[in-house]
Nanobody
Framework: VQLQASGGGLVQAGSSLRLSCLAS????????MGWFRQRPGKEREFVAA????????IYAESVKGRFTIARDNARNTVYLQMNSLKPEDTAVYYC?????????????????WGQGTQVTVSS
């Protein structure tokens, strides 16, 4: 499976953005999907992950209540709705796929990665 993330951009603090991750090559039905980000000068960090059918979703504490992960298996797409954006959300955002049942927040558990999409939040 190949992943392509899109939807990043430059926005003001308090704004919203929706990132999309389109998969190709294989259906994502049997993959746990996740979003990670890498802020300037920082290591890549977990943002959110969702189970096969969307019944389980987990979030980093820093985004809980502001970000929502969702998936549309029929469209082979995963989304990250980001509301109330803050300057500290500025990062390159990556989508990733993990074969298997268990939802994880560990980047090492995800074997497939897309290219990143830049999100910049100005104050």
């Amino acid at each position: 499976v190949q992943l392509q993330a899109s939807g990043g951009g430059l926005v003001q603090a308090g704004s919203s953005l929706r990132l999309s991750c389109l998969a190709s090559g294989r259906t994502i039905t049997n993959y746990v999907m996740g979003w990670f980000r890498q802020r300037p000068g920082k290591e890549r960090e977990f943002v959110a992950a969702i189970s096969w059918r969307g019944g389980m979703r987990i979030y980093a504490e820093s985004v809980k209540g502001r970000f929502t992960i969702a998936r549309d298996n029929a469209r082979n797409t995963v989304y990250l709705q980001m509301n109330s954006l803050k300057p500290e959300d500025t990062a390159v955002y990556y989508c990733a796929a993990r074969e298997g049942l268990n939802v994880s927040r560990r980047s090492a558990d995800f074997g497939v990665w897309g290219q990143g999409t830049q999100v910049t939040v100005s104050s």
